[in-house]
C-alpha cells in the first residue's frame, strides 16, 4: 500500500510539474489597442510597434469596440468595415492580431468587461491595455476602473504637452508623435482631400472601393 501510494504522489508531481511547465511555455504578453478605427491610420500602427518592441511583448492585438460608450456612434461605420480595415491594416506585421471580442459581444463596449472575458478564456495571458496619454485623465470616469486595474497593466504613450501622472498604475512609453486622428480622415475623405501617407495604402484602396466617409 505505501508503494502503491508513493507512486500516485509522484505521479501527482509529475502532472503538477508538467502542467505548470506548459502553463509557462502558453504564457504570451499580450498588447490591447482598442478603439473605433474609423478608420484606422499610421498613427495607431507606429503606437501599436513601438509598444509592442519596447516593451517586449509578444503581439499587439487591435481591438475594434462595437458601440464605444463615450463617443458619438453616429460617425462610425459599421463594425464589418472598420473589422476588415484593421484586417488589411494588420497583414503585413507578424507582431499584430485582432481581437474581435468586443464585437461579437455588440452592445457597449466596457474594458472591464472585456478583460474578464479574455482572461477568463486565456488565463495564460499578461494583457497590457494601451492608451494615448491624454486618456490617462479620464481614467477615473472609467467603468469599474478599481477592478480594472487589478487584470491589466495600462500602458500610457506619451505626448508632447500632456501630464505624465496618474493615481494608477501607469507603463510609460515613449514613441513618434505624429498629429493624426480618424476624425481628420473623415473630414479630409469629405472634403475631397488625399489622404494617402496617412493610412495604409490597403485601406486606402479598401475606402475607395467602398466609397466610405463621403459626403451623403
Known amino acids: 500500500m505505501r508503494i502503491l501510494s508513493a507512486t500516485r504522489t509522484i505521479q501527482q508531481t509529475k502532472v503538477a510539474v508538467e502542467s505548470e511547465l506548459v502553463s509557462e511555455i502558453k504564457r504570451k504578453r499580450i498588447g490591447l489597442l482598442g478603439g473605433t478605427f474609423n478608420p484606422p491610420h499610421l498613427g495607431h500602427l507606429i503606437m501599436a510597434e513601438q509598444v509592442c518592441t519596447q516593451l517586449g511583448l509578444d503581439r499587439v492585438d487591435f481591438m475594434p469596440d462595437y458601440i464605444p ?40 463596449s466596457y474594458s472591464y468587461d472585456t478583460l474578464v472575458a479574455l482572461k477568463r478564456a486565456h488565463p495564460e495571458n499578461q494583457y ?61 475623405i469629405a472634403k475631397h482631400h488625399s489622404i494617402r501617407y496617412l ?10 472601393e467602398h466609397k466610405l466617409y463621403g459626403k451623403k
Open 69 to 108: 460608450p463615450h463617443v458619438d456612434t453616429k460617425e462610425a461605420i459599421e463594425a464589418k468595415h472598420r473589422v476588415a480595415m484593421v484586417k488589411a491594416a494588420i497583414a503585413s506585421n507578424p507582431n499584430f492580431g485582432i481581437e474581435l471580442a468586443e464585437i461579437k459581444r455588440q452592445g457597449k
Open 128 to 188: 497590457y491595455f494601451i492608451i494615448g496619454a491624454d486618456m490617462v485623465a479620464y481614467l477615473p470616469k472609467w467603468y469599474r476602473i478599481a477592478d480594472l486595474v487589478k487584470i491589466v497593466q495600462f500602458v500610457g504613450v506619451k505626448r508632447p504637452g500632456v501630464k505624465i501622472h496618474s493615481e494608477y498604475p501607469i507603463l510609460w512609453v515613449d514613441t513618434p508623435t505624429i498629429d493624426l486622428s480618424s476624425t481628420l480622415i473623415r473630414n479630409k
Open 199 to 208: 493610412v495604409p495604402d490597403q485601406v486606402l484602396a479598401y475606402i475607395k
